[in-house]
T-cell receptor
Framework: TQLLEQSPQFLSIQEGENLTVYCNSS?????LQWYRQEPGEGPVLLVT?????EVKKLKRLTFQFGDARKDSSLHITAAQPGDTGLYLC?????????FGTGTRLQVFP | DADVTQTPRNRITKTGKRIMLECSQT?????MYWYRQDPGLGLRLIYY???????NKGEISDGYSVSRQAQAKFSLSLESAIPNQTALYFC?????????????FGSGTRLTVV
């Protein structure tokens, strides 16, 4: 079974701080996606990275796909309370997504 | 209306009861999925279907069954519910031609088995 481990599992920070969430696997994926989930809702796609070493930016969020396509990171600059939520990475194999264990982020004003 | 609708949103049921969770979608996607979410475990795949006549087991299919009644409808059944099936259940859809667009999820069903 392919596994995607995320770290940290929980993160509680003050508004304005920077943070990085990691997503690691021993398996190679054809692409990797990041989702954010808010209470009472399903996950919503933030970004897809496809090429090893690829970096994508979405406002204050920076996503990177590892060179070997086994890992990824999400960096948030100057976190805001609106960034609060559960962040999930998901690796694509041939026909379905494997989801990571999740990182629950709380940003306090 | 939501692209992916799950019913019910919340359900409490007793051990041993049969229960069905329903999912319908307006995305026109062929692929549909059922996931279970537990704290610290992320989303785990229960069953998936790539078209109306296709049903596949995921990593945790024991104790569950599914039915793909139409392209737009995919239901999940617990034949005899047990307490460790208490969880948040999500239905999702995808377009195989646009996998990079990700999955579209419903809002989930919170199931409690007492």
């Amino acid at each position: 079974t392919q596994l995607l481990e995320q770290s940290p599992q929980f993160l509680s920070i003050q508004e304005g701080e920077n943070l990085t969430v990691y997503c690691n696997s021993s398996s190679v994926f054809s692409s990797l996606q990041w989702y954010r989930q808010e209470p009472g809702e399903g996950p919503v796609l933030l970004v897809t990275v496809v090429t090893g070493g690829e970096v994508k930016k979405l406002k204050r969020l920076t996503f990177q796909f590892g060179d070997a396509r086994k890992d990824s990171s999400l960096h948030i600059t100057a976190a805001q309370p609106g960034d609060t939520g559960l962040y999930l990475c998901a690796g694509a194999n041939t026909d379905k997504l494997i989801f990571g264990t999740g990182t629950r982020l709380q940003v306090f004003p | 209306d939501a692209d992916v609708t799950q019913t019910p949103r919340n359900r409490i049921t007793k051990t041993g009861k049969r229960i069905m969770l329903e999912c319908s979608q307006t995305k026109g996607h062929d692929r549909m999925y059922w996931y279970r979410q537990d704290p610290g475990l992320g989303l785990r795949l229960i069953y998936y279907s790539f078209d109306v006549k296709d049903i596949n087991k995921g990593e945790i299919s024991d104790g569950y069954s599914v039915s793909r009644q139409a392209q737009a409808k995919f239901s999940l059944s617990l034949e005899s519910a047990i307490p460790n099936q208490t969880a948040l259940y999500f239905c999702a859809t995808s377009d195989p031609r646009q996998l990079n667009y990700g999955y579209t999820f419903g809002s989930g069903t919170r199931l409690t088995v007492v």
